[in-house]
């Protein structure tokens, strides 16, 4: 089993991506490159429902904005709980995150946070990020 790179912030994860050996079965997997998912809490750290988690697509070498650019919105469920998949192509990746509260909510939008994803060899599972908002 093959160990990829999967970058958020400053901080390294490291997430299965492939199994390349000859003797495996399994064909790519067909879903989503990369999946972003999390929870949005508020300050008081209860679960924020309806809130709007941004993602948007970065230089994927420097990280730095692209323009003009589509950022992809996903609304948190009952639990404050979001999902996000990618299928980008490219062998590297980088995202900016972030929630904003939902519409009329007195709440601020959250930091936002960085994700990278460098990958290497042929993939057969997605890579997966975790992350944890906090509405200010």
Known sequence: MKRFP???????????????????????????????????????LAPVPGAAVQVRPMNPVTCEAVEPTLVRVVQTDAAGRFRHGENESNRSMCYRVWAEPPQGSALARSDSQFVRVQFTDTLATPDRVDLAFQLR
């Open 6 to 44: 999967l970058f958020v912030g400053t901080g390294l994860l490291v997430a299965c991506s492939g199994i390349t050996d000859t003797a495996c079965a399994c064909s790519p997997f067909e879903g989503p490159l990369v999946l972003i998912t999390g929870t949005v809490r508020s300050p008081a």
